[in-house]
């Protein structure tokens, strides 16, 4: 069973900067993508980004710009830095894995509040 263990949520004022970090309890040879979701309340769960086995970033609809995802193979973990926050940002960040066996894996999440 693959187990995700997500840190770095919080309070951040507007205009601030966070860096999300989501370790995997696999090594990085058995995973295929590695990303981020996020939920706001009362509204669906939506893509953030999620990096490929190649490195390759992809980010969801009006997520470019102050999003960047990374991955650090060696420990896999997977990170996500967002700038300038807005109180839009607000929301349970979810990590989300699939492995080379195409299974999916989500993390417990972790809450990101952006306000003043």
């Known amino acids: 069973q693959v187990q995700l263990v997500e840190s770095g949520g919080g309070l951040v004022q507007p205009g601030g900067s966070l860096t999300l970090s989501c370790e995997a309890s696999?090594?990085?040879?058995?995973?295929?993508?590695m990303g981020w979701y996020r939920q706001a309340p009362g509204k669906q769960r939506e893509l953030v980004a999620f990096?490929?086995?190649?490195?390759?970033?992809h980010y969801g609809n009006s997520m470019k710009g102050r999003f960047t995802i990374s991955r650090d193979n060696a420990k896999s973990t997977t990170y996500l830095r967002i700038n300038n926050l807005e109180p839009e940002d607000t929301a349970v960040y979810y990590c989300?894995?699939?492995?080379?066996?195409?299974?999916?894996?989500w993390g417990q999440g972790t809450q990101l509040t952006v306000s003043s």
């Open positions: 696999v090594s990085i040879g058995d995973i295929s993508l």
């Open positions: 989300h894995l699939v492995d080379t066996r195409a299974m999916a894996y």
């Open positions: 990096i490929s086995s190649s490195n390759e970033p």
